[in-house]
Nanobody, 122 residues
Framework: QVQLVESGGGLVQAGGSLRLSCVAS????????MAWYRQAPGKQRELVAG???????NYEDSVKGRFTISRDNAKNMVYLQMNSLKPEDTAVYYC????????????????WGQGTQVTVSS
C-alpha cells in the first residue's frame, strides 16, 4: 500500500516562510513525477509546482520566484520551500505522485496525500 504523507503546514504572517515535506512510503518500483497542488475554499485544486525524476520543474505563475520545489529521490521525498507568503497562498496543500508500482509494467498510478493546511495572515 503506497501512501503519501505531508508535513510542515501551519499559520504564518504575510511575508513569512514555510517548508512543506512529503514522503512516499510502501512498496513500489519508482516515482516518476511529484508535485504540490493546493485548494483554497470555494476554488478548484490547482497545480503549484511539479518536478520529474530527472529534475525538470514547472511552477504556477503566481508562485514563481517565491516557491522552490525539490526532491530527494533516495528518500522518496519532495519539498516545497515557500517564501514571501501572501494571504492568497492560504489553502490546503496536497502532495501528488505518479508511481510505478512494479518494474514489469509501465503503468503509473496516481497518489495523493491527505493535505496540510497553510494559512497566511495579513
Amino acid at each position: 500500500q503506497v501512501q503519501l504523507v505531508e508535513s510542515g503546514g501551519g499559520l504564518v504572517q504575510a511575508g513569512g516562510s514555510l517548508r512543506l515535506s512529503c514522503v512516499a512510503s510502501g512498496s513500489f518500483f519508482s516515482i516518476t513525477y511529484m508535485a504540490w497542488y493546493r485548494q483554497a475554499p470555494g476554488k478548484q485544486r490547482e497545480l503549484v509546482a511539479g518536478i520529474t525524476s530527472g529534475g525538470e520543474i514547472n511552477y504556477e505563475d503566481s508562485v514563481k520566484g517565491r516557491f522552490t520545489i525539490s526532491r530527494d529521490n533516495a528518500k522518496n521525498m519532495v519539498y516545497l520551500q515557500m517564501n514571501s507568503l501572501k494571504p492568497e497562498d492560504t489553502a490546503v496543500y496536497y502532495c501528488y505522485a505518479d508511481i510505478r508500482t512494479v518494474s514489469y509494467k509501465d503503468y503509473q498510478y496516481q497518489y495523493w496525500g491527505q493535505g496540510t493546511q497553510v494559512t497566511v495572515s495579513s
